[in-house]
């Protein structure tokens, strides 16, 4: 191992020593090759800008680049006295040369252009091998340049200095290397394979089981730590020995402390005894009725209170099949409870509702159940279900259904009534306004002048009336489903503008600006023109109540496409499916910059009389600012739309007199098309 050691140390010392040589020499050499190129380069851009000054002074004469003297023999003085340089050439602007150091020696005509190592310097190929060319621009008095001045050297120079270099680095670092490797052999053999082999002679003694060896002294302190540390380990392998020994005693006393854990394992299942007896207890002195059945629907345990809500004695159930035992109480769903014991013994909780007669008083019993999942004493699963009457309860929610339906009874007594009322008011309404017409146009001569003011008011005051017994008809037909339609394909524009003509004089006397924006082309729509003009009345007159004086209303029509579905007219509202398409409407929006409408109200606003609130508020008037009506303009609205199969809805950031937010409806109307697509009966009377 010693050997071996040795020999691995030393090939690893030669290999670095012999990259790191190397790689040292390669940056020594290519570090000078570029220093020394780059001293070349800096010579020739010299000589070249001192000539160049020449001949600036030349130029500055007047005196054309091609007609100088003496610069050819300048050029030969240039390379005369620095023979690294080969040539020294000077060319005019376009590339011919005009004066060289040798004739002989055609510039363009034997060099070839490989790469430019910066914008003056060139790297190019002749027959005399690679040429390091210089060059430097040479401009006449008005900036343009005439000409330019060319210097180069041979990179077999760099060649030829290199390698001396080379030569000299080989001789000096193979010396290096030489005393340096001899250093590392003596260091490797006295300092570290020695003390090495000295240390594994110890561990072999100590692996033999000789625990009190002595280590030598170690040349080094990290060999004599190591020998320090091998010596302690030595010392703790001999304690571990005798620990070891100790150990053996040790266990034949545990192996006696085992059998009195036995023992002591036998009192604690007494323990768990009475620990399951005081659980029967707690389940005795529980309020609420417990069974416990096991994987074969044996009742296993029944505490006192599940007797007395069941109506049975302990000795009647226990052991009996649970099943049967709620047959025999008349319960029901005796296949949904069986199925939820199933699922408590695959572990889930579950709670479900039974009903049965309890056979002590024959009174129905309604009762809560909370079955979940136990372990028994054998490892089985057992189904524990908790009980609680909820008989009261459900009898308090029985009432309230009772109450709700009563309620709902009263409301059609409600409507009805108003049917009735509307119907008896009709008569003596139409006798009065009758009658002041009359006054007023064929009798108002015969009648003293300042009675007739007196006339117009009862025949204003019953007109308005006349008015809130049409929408208390309207909307008692509403309900009833009864409401007349007379339907027919119309231009929903035209209709839009019948309405607004009739409210043009309400405009003019709150200072209102109406905007219409009518879409272009839109398609027919069937419906009763006279109950749609009706409903955009109602929504133009409630935008211009709660529209302060000088505000805006827009009304706009548009075709739009929603995926909701066709419902015609006498179908019943409720949840509906939506469409896989887009289906195409007609959208009529009704906007006003008013004090807008509180989102709770957004809720009910449509819901008959919701507006009815302080009575000091209402005003039967169709142009006083914030004057609350009867509370069923919204309602007509609402539900003349549904008779047409369409919905409508608002939109409003919500109620502010000081800002004005303002308020949108929107109404969607089924056209001619999808309205024949979704009831292929043909349109006419409702």
Not at 150 to 166: H, M, N, P, Q, Y
Not at 180 to 196: Q, T
Not at 449 to 466: F, G, N, T, Y
Request: net charge negative; charged share 25%; with cysteine.
């Amino acid at each position: 191992m010693k050997k071996t050691l040795e020999k691995r140390i030393l090939l690893f010392a030669f290999l670095t020593l012999t990259l790191t040589i190397t790689v040292n020499t390669a940056f020594n050499i290519e570090g000078f090759r570029r220093d020394y190129r780059d001293g070349i380069i800096l010579r020739c851009q010299s000589l070249a800008a001192g000539l160049k000054s020449s001949i600036d002074k030349v130029l500055a004469l007047g005196i054309p680049l091609e007609e100088m003297e003496g610069l050819s023999l300048r050029c030969q003085e240039i390379v005369a006295t620095d023979p690294e340089i080969d040539y020294v050439l000077i060319e005019n602007e376009v590339g011919t040369p005009l004066y060289s150091s040798d004739p002989s020696f055609h510039f363009p005509n034997e060099v070839e252009f490989l790469r430019s190592l910066t914008p003056s310097v060139a790297i190019l190929k002749s027959r005399r091998g690679l040429l390091y060319d210089v060059s430097v621009q040479i401009y006449a008095a008005d900036g343009k340049m005439v000409g330019r001045i060319r210097t180069g050297f041979l990179e077999s120079i760099l060649d030829e200095r290199t390698g001396k270099a080379f030569r000299r680095s080989i001789a000096v670092l193979g010396t290096a290397f030489i005393l340096v490797f001899g250093l590392i052999f003596l260091f490797i053999k006295r300092d570290l394979v020695g003390p090495i082999g000295r240390l594994c002679s110890v561990a072999k003694q100590i692996a033999s089981g000789n625990f009190k060896v002595a280590v030598p002294p170690m040349p080094t302190r990290d060999f004599d730590e190591l020998g320090t540390a091998i010596q302690e380990m030595a010392a703790s392998l001999q304690s571990r020995d005798d620990k070891i020994n100790e150990g053996y005693q040790e266990l034949e006393i545990t192996n006696r402390e085992l059998q009195d854990s036995y023992e002591h394992q036998e009192q604690i299942s007494a323990e768990l005894g009475r620990s399951r007896e005081m659980y029967r207890s707690l389940l005795e002195g529980a309020n609420d009725a417990i069974v416990v059945s096991d994987e074969e629907d044996q009742i296993v345990l029944v505490n006192k209170a599940a007797e007395a809500f069941f109506g049975f004695s302990r000795g009647q159930v226990e052991g009996a099949n649970l099943f049967t035992t709620l047959e025999k109480l008349l319960s029901d769903d005796i296949e949904g409870q069986y199925a939820m014991h199933q699922k408590v013994l695959r572990g889930q909780n579950v709670e479900a509702e039974i009903r049965f007669v309890r056979p002590t008083d024959r009174r129905p019993v309604v009762g809560w159940a909370l079955a979940s999942s136990i372990v028994g004493k054998n490892g089985k699963r057992m189904v524990q279900a908790v009980f609680r009457d909820v008989t009261r309860e459900r009898q308090v929610k029985e009432n309230l259904e009772n109450s709700a339906r009563e309620l709902e009874r009263l409301n059609q007594m409600k409507d009805s009534f108003l049917g009735v009322a509307s119907h008896e008011l009709k008569t003596p309404l139409t006798v009065i306004i009758g009658y002041a017409e009359l006054i007023l146009s064929e009798m108002s001569g015969n009648v003293d002048k300042s009675v007739l003011p007196m006339v117009q008011h009862i025949a204003d005051a019953a007109e308005r009336l006349s008015n809130i017994v049409k929408d208390m008809t309207d909307v008692s037909m509403l309900d009833s489903k009864r409401l007349p339609l007379r339907n027919r394909e119309v231009d929903i524009n035209t209709l839009i503008q019948d309405a607004v003509r009739e409210l043009g004089l309400f405009f003019s006397l709150r200072k209102q600006v109406l905007e219409m924006n009518l879409g272009n082309g839109l398609p027919l729509i069937n419906c009763d023109p006279d109950r749609m003009i009706q409903a955009i009345s109602n929504l133009v007159g409630n935008a211009i109540k709660f529209t302060p004086d000088g505000g805006t209303i827009i009304i706009e029509t548009r075709l739009t496409q929603s995926l909701r579905s066709f419902r015609p007219a006498n179908e019943e509202e409720g949840i509906k499916a939506l469409e896989t398409r887009l289906l195409p409407y007609i959208e009529i929006i009704v906007r006003d910059t008013g004090i807008g409408i509180a989102e709770t109200d957004q809720l009910h606003v449509f819901d008959k009389f919701y507006e009815v609130g302080k009575i000091e508020e209402h005003f039967t008037g169709k142009s006083a600012f914030k004057g609350k009506g009867t509370g069923l303009g919204l309602t007509l609205v609402k539900g003349i739309v549904d008779m047409h199969g369409g919905e409508i809805w608002v939109e409003s950031p919500g109620c502010d007199p000081g800002k004005c937010p303002g308020s949108a409806f929107h109404i969607l109307l089924p056209i001619v098309q999808l309205e024949r697509e979704g009831d292929s009966s043909d349109p006419g009377d409702v």
